[in-house]
């Protein structure tokens, strides 16, 4: 099944919760923000309330956990989750149910290259974010990009 029509259902199906679709850079996240309507991309809420000092600290390169942690704290903050508005990004929010996007390293790494992101900073991130769901009682679903 598509992977936009996979998600569609599943949004259909749990109405009732927040939801939360997460994955490291490159997983397609924004391009699914503009195909699925009703939904929201982590980034475009987050970035306009950013102070200038901080926009600039949390896209530094290399990304570091610490970078994570920073990111995370001020998307806890300032974003919360709402139930059928399901939100794309990378930091793991207080919801009812988690969509993981598992993406092979291969087409990570080539998704990486066309975009000119880091694929080490993108492994970073993504190790950051599979602690955050293995450490959470959030019940999940797997997706695999392949």
């Not at 939360?20 to 980034?43: A, E, L, P, Q, S």
């Not at 998307?75 to 919801?95: A, W």
Request: positive net charge; charged residues 35%.
């Amino acid at each position: 099944m598509e992977i936009i029509k996979q998600l569609q259902e599943i949004f259909k199906k749990n109405k009732d919760k927040r939801i939360i679709v997460i994955g490291t850079t490159c997983t397609g996240k924004t391009t699914f923000v503009k195909k699925i309507k009703d939904t929201h991309d982590m980034d475009e809420l987050i970035f306009p309330l950013l102070s200038k000092e901080e926009e600039k600290y949390v896209c530094s390169h290399p990304w570091t956990k610490e970078i994570g942690k920073t990111m995370t704290r001020l998307v806890k903050e300032r974003i919360k989750v709402n139930k059928e508005i399901p939100l794309f990004g990378t930091v793991l929010l207080d919801c009812d149910l988690i969509i993981y996007l598992k993406i092979t390293d291969n087409l990570l790494k080539e998704r990486c290259v066309k975009r000119k992101a880091d694929f080490k900073n993108a492994k970073n991130m993504q190790k950051m974010i599979l602690e955050e769901i293995k450490e959470s009682s959030i019940p999940s679903i797997k997706i695999k990009l392949e």
